[in-house]
């Protein structure tokens, strides 16, 4: 006989479960440290989390060593990613089953992405690179998830942090960032690509057309020339707050969920930080795709001729 | 002691206006791109798929503008 069920249990199971995590929410919340502001004393030593602490630079676990906790986390993404697609791609079949038919999957949607607005040709200059950045955001972000991130501690001070909340990691993808799509514009048009920086051209041809008499279009040219040539100043600068906003966006997006993350930990121990961690999850993705997402399209801005 | 209760208060003032007014311009910006989304869900439901990703991807922009006063905040707490 079919029982009925609600969410894949039965229902008598379901309410049990949902009173069990609202006790479990309510007992951290009396018990926890919110508790004990309001009702005078301790908190429960099993619940007694410490006050959040932040630091925006990266610590040094190692004395006398110049390595990070930040660099060691990017290094184990570097790893951990190498590894994935070492061991997928060993043993390549026609019909790609496990491991190897999900990493097809992923490579082949960034595929997709990013031909579907650069087009064959320049995707294929684009695919290395934004694919790098957002496997790597993506992985970073993820695996500061892990249990042990932030928590495991070497000389008191935590072994491993989320690379991307330290401003230094977002800086260094942001200025590669940059880096490449300055250099896929020059690809694309050659030296015209400086036209789009230092847009003399129409003041020239305003001032040729005054010395060869034609005063009335020459003057009326001569302001579309100093409007060319502030917008290329615009370009320019553009091109740079381009870099400190990608830097700040990604920076303050991590640091935003680790924060957020340790407050409701300190708040609410137990239950309410799971639901956290997924948003943090969901977050790790989406900043990763907006990385990549930019930085593709930014470049096919670069790339595409002005005709 | 005086000086110190003053400026605790200043900076506590400062905490809340800018991220209160930090979530103000990208909470109506976000409201803004969810009227569009919902607008073209309504004329075109087939085109849903796609319609989600970019509103995932506006908002997420919109978002950042917040993010980034939440920074200057979260630096006012723990290092000001």
Redesign the interface.
């Given at each position: 006989m079919a029982r009925k069920t609600t969410c894949g249990c039965a229902l008598n199971v379901l309410i049990i479960g949902i009173v069990v995590f609202l006790a479990l929410i309510v007992v951290s919340f009396i018990g926890g440290n919110i508790g004990a502001t309001i009702f005078g004393g301790e908190p429960l030593g099993f619940l007694n989390v410490g006050v959040p602490?932040?630091?925006?630079a990266a610590e040094h676990p190692f004395h006398g060593l110049p390595i990070t906790n930040t660099m060691l986390a990017a290094w184990i993404t570097i790893l951990v990613l190498f590894g994935l697609f070492f061991a997928g791609t060993r043993k390549m079949k026609l019909v790609p089953t496990g491991l190897q038919s999900f990493l097809e999957i992923v490579v082949e949607a960034a595929a997709n992405f990013i031909e579907d607005p650069a087009g064959k040709k320049h995707g294929r200059w684009f695919f290395p690179v934004c694919t790098t950045i957002f496997l790597f955001v993506v992985a970073n972000a993820w695996l500061s998830l892990v249990p042990g991130f932030e928590t495991i501690t070497v000389n008191g001070e935590p072994l491993l942090r989320n690379a991307n909340t330290d401003l230094n990691v977002p800086a260094a993808l942001a200025v590669v960032s940059f880096c490449f799509v300055e250099y896929w514009g020059f690809k694309a048009k050659g030296n015209s690509y400086l036209k789009t920086f230092f847009n003399f051209g129409p003041l020239g041809q305003a001032i040729k057309q005054i010395f060869t008499g034609r005063i009335k279009t020459g003057l009326s040219g001569l302001v579309n020339g100093v409007i060319a040539i502030f917008a290329g100043i615009l370009e320019i600068l553009s091109h740079f707050i381009r870099m400190v906003?990608f830097t700040?966006?990604l920076?303050?997006?991590m640091?935003?969920g680790m924060?957020l993350v340790m407050i409701m930990l300190f708040l609410i121990p137990w239950v309410l930080p799971s639901v956290f961690y997924g948003l943090e999850a969901f977050f790790g993705f989406?900043?990763a795709?907006?990385f990549g997402?930019l930085t593709l399209g930014f470049a096919c801005a670069a790339v595409m001729s002005e005709e | 002691m005086d000086t110190q209760i003053w400026s605790d208060l200043a900076k506590f003032i400062a905490i809340g206006f800018c991220a209160g007014f930090g979530a103000l311009g990208p909470g109506i910006g976000i409201g803004l791109i969810g009227w569009g989304a919902m607008n073209a869900l309504g004329r075109n439901p087939e085109a849903r798929g796609p319609i989600m990703t970019n509103m995932i991807l506006a908002i997420a922009f919109a978002e950042a503008v917040a993010i980034y006063a939440l920074v200057v905040a979260i630096l006012l707490i723990f290092v000001a």
């Amino acid at each position: 006989m079919a029982r009925k069920t609600t969410c894949g249990c039965a229902l008598n199971v379901l309410i049990i479960g949902i009173v069990v995590f609202l006790a479990l929410i309510v007992v951290s919340f009396i018990g926890g440290n919110i508790g004990a502001t309001i009702f005078g004393g301790e908190p429960l030593g099993f619940l007694n989390v410490g006050v959040p602490e932040y630091h925006p630079a990266a610590e040094h676990p190692f004395h006398g060593l110049p390595i990070t906790n930040t660099m060691l986390a990017a290094w184990i993404t570097i790893l951990v990613l190498f590894g994935l697609f070492f061991a997928g791609t060993r043993k390549m079949k026609l019909v790609p089953t496990g491991l190897q038919s999900f990493l097809e999957i992923v490579v082949e949607a960034a595929a997709n992405f990013i031909e579907d607005p650069a087009g064959k040709k320049h995707g294929r200059w684009f695919f290395p690179v934004c694919t790098t950045i957002f496997l790597f955001v993506v992985a970073n972000a993820w695996l500061s998830l892990v249990p042990g991130f932030e928590t495991i501690t070497v000389n008191g001070e935590p072994l491993l942090r989320n690379a991307n909340t330290d401003l230094n990691v977002p800086a260094a993808l942001a200025v590669v960032s940059f880096c490449f799509v300055e250099y896929w514009g020059f690809k694309a048009k050659g030296n015209s690509y400086l036209k789009t920086f230092f847009n003399f051209g129409p003041l020239g041809q305003a001032i040729k057309q005054i010395f060869t008499g034609r005063i009335k279009t020459g003057l009326s040219g001569l302001v579309n020339g100093v409007i060319a040539i502030f917008a290329g100043i615009l370009e320019i600068l553009s091109h740079f707050i381009r870099m400190v906003s990608f830097t700040f966006r990604l920076f303050g997006n991590m640091t935003a969920g680790m924060i957020l993350v340790m407050i409701m930990l300190f708040l609410i121990p137990w239950v309410l930080p799971s639901v956290f961690y997924g948003l943090e999850a969901f977050f790790g993705f989406v900043q990763a795709m907006i990385f990549g997402g930019l930085t593709l399209g930014f470049a096919c801005a670069a790339v595409m001729s002005e005709e | 002691m005086d000086t110190q209760i003053w400026s605790d208060l200043a900076k506590f003032i400062a905490i809340g206006f800018c991220a209160g007014f930090g979530a103000l311009g990208p909470g109506i910006g976000i409201g803004l791109i969810g009227w569009g989304a919902m607008n073209a869900l309504g004329r075109n439901p087939e085109a849903r798929g796609p319609i989600m990703t970019n509103m995932i991807l506006a908002i997420a922009f919109a978002e950042a503008v917040a993010i980034y006063a939440l920074v200057v905040a979260i630096l006012l707490i723990f290092v000001a």
